[in-house]
Nanobody, 119 residues
């Protein structure tokens, strides 16, 4: 089992920045890939970004490219998402996720942290 706890969400004005954190505990050695998803009101959960821990390979959704940066502190088993140039369209609950395999859906999820961007 892997436990994930997100933090860092909040209210920010358009154009501002936030840094989300996700602390992982438990069987973190099984965490091959870590990432972020988000779910806006009335919408489906969508992929934001991910990173393969061993090689540092990163993927971003088109909406995140150029504005968001995903990173890890492997020593601390912590995942980050630096979000810049935020807009109201980024308002959502952001979820941390872990894959134990190379493909498919994440195996573990955090409880989510709310990000609200005011215009």
């Amino acid at each position: 089992q892997v436990q994930l706890v997100e933090s860092g969400g909040g209210l920010v004005q358009a154009g501002g920045s936030l840094r989300l954190s996700c602390a992982a505990s438990g069987r973190t050695d099984s965490s091959r890939r870590m990432g972020w998803f988000r779910q806006a009101p009335g919408k489906e959960r969508e992929f934001v970004a991910s990173i393969i821990r061993t090689i540092g390979y990163k993927r971003y959704a088109d909406a995140a490219k150029g504005r968001f940066t995903i990173s890890t502190d492997n020593a601390e088993n912590t995942l980050y998402l630096q979000m810049n140039s935020l807009g109201p369209e980024d308002t959502a609950v952001y979820y941390c996720a872990v894959w134990t395999g190379a493909f498919g859906n994440p195996n573990y999820w955090g409880q989510g942290t709310q990000v609200t961007v005011s215009s």
